[in-house]
């Protein structure tokens, strides 16, 4: 029996099995890890994998965005390119970036010198790229008190330029932020609660981080051949594994977020993107030592009305090889036996709808994937059938 209650989060599943690869290292460069079932198992943290979804995302959309803490020396490089003075281009980026709530420091040179104009916001500012030029173009409006002002010298140090406006201009949002959030509690009103949440990735099964050697030839030494020995030499850390992905969309604070949204075509628009956006995405760290670039075995999408829903506890007894080797099979059993049982357990009205896509082969039957509902046949499929279980059809497709 179905739910007569409204669709509110859209979560997302995945296995993907990623070969000899270090896709998100730690501070010394080894692989991250982490003990779950008292099994140790390789990790990707959620931050990894978003900054991966969103830099997809917004290659997806055309929505971009920036974050930084060097907004005033972005100022500076597009007055510079319209052809203002050196110095009066550095002096408005640092009146720039100094005219908002947000507290600033100076930057230094190596000798810890003290950089006139050349502030450092103490927090990051997370924007739309068109609000750069927005702030660009407050500065040519006030060029006049520029030219009079004094330079930034100091943390004390005032903006000539208007901070109501600029921090108008800091609460801009687009897709992306109304997607993903924004984390600035330092002007008022500027904070959004992200609609997406993302778990860390872990591999369903024990897994061993490798320690790989490597020497790199001196052609020079090598062709005269008048010496033994490498030009240099080194080690890094590598893993391989199955891995659990998953994400969830609340699509009432992407509503909230959105605003006034006819038809939620924008609501649509932004669930398929990420969506989309997630499945494909992939952390780029050590690409070109490694070319990990694998696509999902499965992706599992779920529509519920009552709660988001992770089936990470399926994997907390980690899964074992197949007899002719591999865990992508025996954890895409797991993970469907888990759905089901969960989903019975909770009450199966609560989701609205089911579905996946896959490579899924070999000795799994149709059986063995009850519990993840229909099959798609792409990605692509599978993406607008959770979307417009949600949300509905556009106005496009109901007319056809």
């Not at 956006?277 to 599992?300: E, G, R, W």
């Not at 993840?372 to 607008?384: C, E, I, N, P, S």
């Amino acid at each position: 029996m179905r739910s007569t209650d409204p669709a509110r989060f859209i979560d997302i599943h995945i296995l993907q099995s990623v070969p000899f690869s270090n896709l998100n290292r730690d501070d010394t460069n080894s692989v991250k890890t982490v003990q779950y079932g008292n099994a140790l198992r390789t990790r990707v943290s959620s931050q990894s994998w978003k900054r991966a979804g969103r830099e997809a995302f917004e290659e997806l959309t055309g929505h971009r965005t920036l974050r930084t803490r060097r907004i005033g020396e972005r100022v500076t490089r597009e007055l510079v390119v319209k052809g203002w003075p050196d110095a009066l281009a550095q002096r408005a980026g640092a009146h720039v970036a100094a005219g908002s709530s947000i507290k600033f420091e100076l930057g230094t040179d190596r000798e810890k010198k003290v950089i006139t104009n050349r502030v450092l916001t103490n927090a990051m500012i997370y924007l739309p790229d068109p609000a750069v030029d927005e702030l660009v173009a407050l500065a040519e409006e006030h060029r006049a008190e520029l030219e009079a002002a004094k330079d930034i010298k100091k943390t004390g140090d005032k903006s000539v330029l208007p901070k109501k406006r600029i921090e108008e201009l800091l609460r801009a949002r687009n897709a992306v932020i109304n997607l993903f959030g924004r984390m600035l509690a330092e002007v008022d009103d500027a904070g959004v609660d992200g609609a997406v949440q993302v778990a860390h990735a872990l591999t369903t099964h024990r897994s061993d981080v490798e320690l790989d050697y490597f020497s790199a030839v001196d052609d020079i030494t090598d062709s005269w051949n008048d010496a033994t020995g490498s030009g240099h030499m080194g080690n890094a850390e590598f893993s391989a594994g199955t891995f659990y992905r998953y994400a969830t969309i609340d699509l009432r604070d992407l509503a909230a977020n959105i605003g006034p949204d006819p038809e939620n075509q924008t609501a649509r628009e932004l669930a398929e993107a990420f969506l989309s956006s997630f499945i494909t995405s992939l952390p780029q760290a050590k690409k070109n030592a490694t070319a990990p670039h694998t696509i999902p075995d499965l992706v599992h999408v779920v529509v519920r009305s009552d709660r988001p829903l992770s089936y990470a506890a399926a994997f907390e007894k980690p899964v074992a090889a197949t007899a002719e080797g591999g865990y992508v099979q025996p954890s895409v059993r797991q993970l469907a036996a888990y759905a089901h049982a969960a989903n019975t357990l909770l009450g199966q009205d609560r989701v609205l709808s089911a579905a996946w896509a896959g490579l899924p082969a070999g000795e799994i039957t149709a059986a063995d994937l009850t519990g993840l509902g229909q099959r798609k046949a792409a990605f692509d499929a599978l993406v607008r059938g959770a979307v417009e279980s949600a949300l509905g059809g556009s106005p496009a497709e109901a007319s056809e």
